[in-house]
């Protein structure tokens, strides 16, 4: 029998922490099955085990060679592919036994779905965002289907025709404001990333002499995709699997921003004159090297990287030393828990955008304009 050649063997070795995000599975199965304290299993799996994995493990600067083949990371993008059979089948199996189960209260079906969203919100969408950004047409379905069970498609082209392109200026929901909190946060982008996502994809179908309710559209895919998802939620658990249903999205979605929040808060791109802003570097975008929770989010947190070279493979993503990016205190996980509690947020967090401020832009004086999300006044006007 001929040996698995070595370099194979430390590719396979190097992605199999990536996998660790499959342990939600018997996490949901004993959850469901046994009710009780057991249904908070999936949210202490994913941000209780991880924050606490990143106290102990600490940090991973090391990078991989951002010109590796895309051959050889074959078991890094695997996961991303699989993930979608995964979590629908999850999904589906909750959604047809959960509402008539005899062994669970409404305390613990809410709280199972609650995890669910959870779940779907830290592994479904964060895998959905790697998926969205690749060329390969069946890698960009995945995505879609990913964000369709979690109602919230439209991220697809808020994410590649707005945030990308405008993040840390005032035309970015998602960038938060400096002082902002998080809740008020979360209610403002559930109001403008719709709308800013529709206007995008009707001004790109404008310039193809269009008009925005083509089916070349894809808020039409949209909504086909997230109506048969309501139809299925409907048909497997009845009302209140419909209503569960819904209130996983709900929190996935609520997952998803507080996530958004993180990434961006305070920062922003150097005013040009005329609504003109510098080029996107990975100055505007906070960096995290926690080992762990970079495993549970697929190196999200090397967010520096992403904004800086949105087309790099996540095992590719480089990490960002202080020197040229903003560096979080801790992993998303902690940082999330923090985001929730605006002062003690504002207490950790404003200190740090004041440095990253005299750092890299110690000419700007008047910042309150970047605060409140406006284009500044160019020099010498009125």
């Not at 970015?172 to 979360?186: I, K, L, N, P, Q």
Request: proline content about 7%; overall charge positive.
């Amino acid at each position: 029998m001929a040996l698995i050649p070595p370099a194979q063997v430390a590719r396979v070795q190097s992605a199999l922490p990536f996998w660790l995000s499959l342990g939600t599975i018997p996490m949901a199965a004993i959850g469901v099955a046994q009710g009780g304290w057991t249904v908070f299993l999936m949210p202490l799996y994913t941000w209780g085990l991880y924050a606490f994995l990143d106290a102990i493990l600490g940090h991973n600067a090391d990078d991989n060679d951002p010109e590796t083949p895309q051959d050889d990371l074959i078991w890094y993008r695997l996961i991303t592919l699989i993930w979608f059979p995964v979590q629908f089948l999850i999904l589906v199996g909750m959604l047809w036994y959960v509402p008539q189960a005899g062994n669970l209260n409404w305390a613990e079906k809410l709280a199972l779905f609650a995890g669910q969203g959870i779940m779907s919100g830290t592994i479904g969408i964060v895998y959905a965002h790697e998926l969205l950004h690749q060329s390969d047409r069946l890698e960009r379905w995945l995505g879609d289907l990913l964000l369709a069970s979690v109602l919230y498609s439209h991220f697809r082209s808020e994410h590649l025709r707005v945030h990308h392109l405008y993040v840390g200026t005032p035309r970015d929901s998602v960038t938060a404001r400096y002082g902002e909190g998080f809740h008020r946060y979360f209610f403002r982008v559930l109001r403008e990333c719709p709308v800013s996502a529709w206007k995008a994809e009707a001004a790109m179908l404008a310039r193809k002499s269009q008009s925005p309710f083509t089916p070349q559209n894809p808020f039409f895919r949209y909504a086909i995709l997230q109506g048969l998802m309501l139809l299925m939620a409907l048909w497997l658990g009845g009302w209140q699997g419909l209503f569960l249903f819904c209130w996983q999205a709900f929190v996935a979605v609520w997952q998803l921003e507080l996530t958004n929040y993180v990434e961006h808060y305070g920062l922003t791109r150097r005013h040009l004159g005329e609504g003109k802003y510098e080029h996107v570097l990975p100055r505007h975008s906070w960096n995290a090297d926690h080992k762990a929770s970079n495993w549970l989010l697929i190196n999200l947190q090397r967010h520096s990287d992403h904004h800086y070279k949105p087309d790099r493979r996540f095992p590719l993503l480089q990490n960002h030393a202080e020197q040229d990016a903003p560096q979080l205190p801790y992993g998303y996980p902690v940082m999330a828990a923090l985001a929730l509690v605006p002062k003690l947020w504002r207490r950790v967090m404003n200190p740090r955008v004041k440095a990253w401020r005299r750092q890299f832009y110690p000419d700007i004086e008047d910042w309150l304009p970047y605060n409140k999300g406006k284009n500044p006044m160019p020099k010498g006007a009125p």
